[in-house]
């Protein structure tokens, strides 16, 4: 019987990197800077690796932000029954990533960014968003206009 202890396995480098922009939007949801790239320096000098190590969740960061009114625009259309300031904060940074990623990363296959959303938000958020965030994102993908398991070309 083997008696040595495996250590945990250590998330893929962009799972942590969404997990990092989920846990700094949800920060800057609740406190806005005035300049994020100050605040993104220093929330990145809380972690152990280098900012390089991050450089893809600061473009996914970036990128929420630059289109925030498109991302909520559809998350408002998309969250029936639900007004957007009852979306739990947590919840709404997972969906903002994720619906950033559908609407402009075609280089990330739409199915990616919906299935890292729901695992995202296992890990952050409570049982039962789960249902919600796959229940939005699921009406954004039969909306999408490329091939759901590839990058577009």
Do not use: C
């Not at 390089?52 to 996914?60: G, N, R, S, T």
């Not at 909520?72 to 904060?89: G, P, S, Y």
């Amino acid at each position: 019987m083997d008696d040595e202890v495996k250590p945990a396995k250590r998330a893929s480098q962009r799972r942590e990197n969404r997990m990092f922009a989920i846990q700094f939007l949800y920060q800057w949801e609740l406190n806005k800077p005035e300049q994020l790239n100050d605040a993104l320096r220093v929330f990145v000098e809380t972690k152990e690796e280098a900012r390089e190590y991050y450089a893809f969740a600061e473009e996914l960061i970036h990128g929420v932000i630059e289109h925030i009114d498109a991302v909520d625009e559809q998350i408002k259309v998309h969250a029936a029954n639900w007004t957007f300031d009852r979306i739990a904060k947590v919840d709404l940074s997972v969906l903002r990533l994720a619906i950033y990623e559908l609407l402009q990363r075609r280089d990330i296959p739409p199915i990616v960014s919906i299935n890292e959303a729901i695992e995202l938000g296992k890990i952050f958020s409570n049982p039962d968003s789960k249902r919600f965030i796959n229940g939005i994102l699921d009406q954004m993908k039969n909306k999408i206009d490329r091939p759901l398991r590839s990058a577009a070309e």
